[in-house]
C-alpha cells in the first residue's frame, strides 16, 4: 500500500498526505492490528507529512505519533492542501463526503488522487468528480496512461 501511496504522489518526501481512518475498524478507537498505523509509520519515515482523520481514534493517534502526526478534527481540514488522499477505515462518514468539495480543497497541480483501501466509492462515480481513483483490486480508474 506504502508504494502505490508512493507512486501516487510521485514519490513522498516533503508531500503531505491525507490519511482518513486510522482505527483497525469503524466504530472503535482500537489501533491494535490497524493497517493504517503501519502505513503512517512507514509514510513518516519516507519523509511525507501526514493529516490524519479518525471520528474515534484521534487521542490514541496522538498516544502513537505525538507532534509527528497532524490530528484534524474533521476529515475536510485533513485533505486541505492535500495531494493525496488514501481511505485507510471505511467509516459510514467517509463514504458521505462531498467529493467535490474535497477536490477544492487539495493541494494538485494535476488531477487530484484518491486511493480507496476499503473500496467505499465505486470508481465511477470519483471519476466523475475528476479524481484518479485506485482502489483495492481494481487498478487506476480515470487515467489513461494507467
Not at 511525507?48 to 497532524?70: C, S, T, W, Y
Not at 490530528?71 to 485533505?79: G, L, S
Request: aromatic fraction near 6%; hydrophobic fraction near 40%; proline fraction near 5%.
Amino acid at each position: 500500500m506504502v508504494r502505490k501511496i508512493r507512486d501516487a504522489a510521485g514519490g513522498l518526501k516533503g508531500k503531505t498526505i491525507a490519511l482518513l481512518g486510522m482505527a483497525f475498524k469503524p466504530g472503535v478507537d482500537d489501533l491494535r492490528e490497524s493497517p493504517a498505523v503501519d502505513i503512517a509509520k512507514r509514510l513518516l519515515a519516507a519523509g511525507a507529512k501526514l493529516q490524519v482523520h479518525d471520528p474515534m481514534a484521534l487521542e490514541r493517534v496522538k498516544e502513537v505519533f505525538g507532534a509527528r502526526i497532524n490530528c484534524c478534527q474533521d476529515p475536510y481540514a485533513a485533505v486541505t492542501g492535500a495531494g493525496v488522499l488514501v481511505i485507510a477505515t471505511d467509516w459510514p462518514e467517509y463514504r458521505e463526503l462531498d467529493l467535490a468539495t474535497v477536490k477544492k480543497l487539495m493541494n494538485t497541480g494535476d488531477t487530484p488522487v484518491l486511493l480507496d483501501l476499503r473500496n467505499i466509492f465505486t470508481p465511477q462515480e470519483v471519476r466523475g468528480y475528476g479524481f484518479r481513483y485506485q482502489g483495492v483490486g481494481r487498478g487506476w480508474k480515470g487515467d489513461p496512461e494507467k
